[in-house]
């Protein structure tokens, strides 16, 4: 049995300070092409770390951990941590900076230094939760990603830009709902779990963040058809969202009337449109059509 995490207090935390000179040693600057944004908050990171139910025997998975403020905050509740980092310079200094602020827990880390995109495999156990301070232009597919190739992780919580956030957790009739919302709920029960302010951040970005909690659900959803169909339906849907289904999905089917055949035997009216429709509902299309073939 490991050892029980640490309840060193906010000393191990990096502040402001500690953020601006870690970035100065290593000559970081921030970079918008990779949504570098650092959490200079040790009460954010904690909060982050409560609300995404961190427990004593959860693997954690952490996307772009950048200096490791978000790191050490899950490291002092979680049994072991793997960061997922691209930048070359932030992953080579994490490990030192780990060691050099929580030692004790030090071997309860591991770094991979890749793309999050192309993560095929994680090292030791496998992950039971996913919690990130995820680069807005990557944010839904890294999360996409993340929830495909590790169906072990139960929960997530990732913050993100609020216009994000939003559409993740959108309801189907919002005007935001769309492609990032559907197929989050394929894997997912999804909700807003809270907003983050701008000033918690080094830059201050120029948007509000927020977070969103996914519950991965306890069965998957029943379906003849893969999700690779779903998905195809989906994204056909949204690509001509002004568009009725019967139009929207012309090209996916053959031709509109194979398209308004399958989806009057789903039960969806042709005449609606894609941000009127459940997961479920994409589904039955998608089965629709793996029936007639």
């Known amino acids: 049995m490991s050892s029980s995490p640490s309840t060193d207090d906010s000393g191990a935390l990096l502040g402001p300070a500690d953020i601006r000179e870690l970035a100065a040693a290593l000559g970081v600057r921030p970079t918008k092409q990779r949504g570098q944004n650092f959490v200079i908050d040790a009460n954010t990171v904690r909060r982050i770390v409560r609300t995404a139910e961190v427990r004593p025997d959860d693997v954690v998975v952490e996307v772009g951990p950048g200096l490791g403020s978000l790191t050490l905050a899950l490291l002092e509740a979680a049994d072991r941590v793997v960061a997922v980092e691209i930048d070359d310079v932030l992953a080579a200094a994490l490990p030192s900076t780990i060691a050099a602020r929580m030692p004790a827990r030090a071997d309860r880390f591991a770094l991979v230094h890749s793309d999050a995109m192309h993560v095929q495999e994680l090292p030791g156990p496998a992950p039971t939760a996913l919690v990130a301070n995820l680069p807005y232009n990557v944010a839904v597919p890294v999360l996409l990603h993340m929830l495909e190739r590790f169906p072990s992780i139960e929960r997530t919580l990732v913050m993100v830009q609020s216009e994000v956030a939003d559409r993740l957790a959108a309801r189907p009739g919002n005007k935001v709902y ?73 090209g996916w089917a053959g031709s509109a009337a194979a398209a308004e055949a399958a989806l009057v035997a789903a039960g969806v009216s042709p005449q609606a449109r894609g941000e009127a429709l459940t997961v479920h509902e994409f589904i039955a299309i998608a089965e629709q059509k793996g029936a007639a073939q």
Request: avoid cysteine; glycine fraction near 6%.
């Open 178 to 250: 769309g492609v990032p919302s559907v197929k989050a709920n394929w894997y997912a029960e999804v909700k807003r779990a809270g907003a983050i302010g701008r000033n918690v951040f080094w830059p201050a970005p120029n948007v509000d963040s927020g977070l969103v909690s996914l519950i991965r659900r306890d069965k998957p959803i029943e379906t003849t058809a893969t999700r690779e169909e779903v998905f195809a339906v989906v994204d056909a849907a949204f690509a001509q969202r002004r568009k009725t289904l019967r139009a929207a999905l012309a």
